[in-house]
């Protein structure tokens, strides 16, 4: 399930399960939209982007799903791995910078 | 092809010293932006160059912290007098047009600030 933890939120899932992870971004002119992993110590790794004409993208076990209207996006991991666990941020490009979203830790349990 | 290179990996400075932090971009990358993370947060977006110019700054404190990208070497982060505050992941990205679009992160470097 999903919980608050002191400063990330949470999500615990079952290996095998699908992952689900949401991001509310600000700026209703964002024309693009990345997701990012990163695991402890390292820097953001891309996974998939989406841009604002589209409102589903799949990768490779990954969907990324966005909803204008309500400014929202989400990740969706099939299979969710013990390799999955990581910080996971969704981005929005606002001109000359991406601005980054508070993140999601996912945690796989075996 | 090396991705984005940042060193050092780790930098301990104490209170009112200098740190400086180097990004070396992917090779035919012009284009470096740098961020800041702080514990347990989202990256920050700090400053855009290109080769020789600041493209965007607005992301900077307007004190102590400076940035080039020289027409030949790796673009510095530099940061004056440091304070505790300072203390923080910073990562650089690079691309190879002025785009958004898919930039790659390097590592980081970790200041701590004693």
């Known amino acids: 399930g999903e919980s608050v933890g002191l400063h990330l939120p949470t999500l615990s899932v079952q290996e095998g399960d699908n992952s689900i992870i949401n991001c509310a971004y600000s700026?209703?002119?964002?024309?693009?939209f990345i997701w990012y992993k990163q695991e402890s110590g390292k820097g953001p790794q891309f996974i998939i982007d989406?841009?604002?004409?589209?409102d589903k993208r799949q990768g490779q076990r990954v969907t990324v799903l966005l909803n204008k209207t309500v400014k929202h996006l989400s990740l969706q991991i099939a299979a969710t791995q013990p390799g999955d666990s990581a910080v996971y941020f969704c981005?929005?490009?606002?001109?000359?910078?991406?601005?980054f979203g508070g993140g999601t830790r996912l945690m796989v349990k075996p | 092809n090396a991705g984005v290179m940042q060193n050092p990996r780790h930098l301990v400075r104490r209170r009112g010293q200098e740190a400086r932090l180097r990004c070396s971009p992917m090779?035919?990358?012009?284009?470096v932006y740098w961020y800041r993370q702080l514990p347990e947060e989202g990256l920050k977006f700090m400053v855009y160059l290109q080769k020789e110019n600041i493209i965007d700054e607005s992301g900077m404190p307007k004190e102590r912290f400076s940035a080039e990208f020289p027409k030949e070497g790796p673009s510095i982060l530099r940061i004056q007098q440091v304070v505790r505050g300072d203390s923080a992941a910073y990562f650089c990205a690079s691309s190879q047009g002025a785009s958004n679009y898919g930039y790659t992160f390097g590592s980081g470097t970790r200041l701590t600030v004693v």
């Open positions: 090779k035919g990358h012009s284009h």
């Open positions: 981005a929005e490009n606002a001109g000359n910078m991406l601005t």
């Open positions: 989406i841009r604002s004409n589209m």
């Open positions: 700026n209703s002119a964002s024309d693009y």
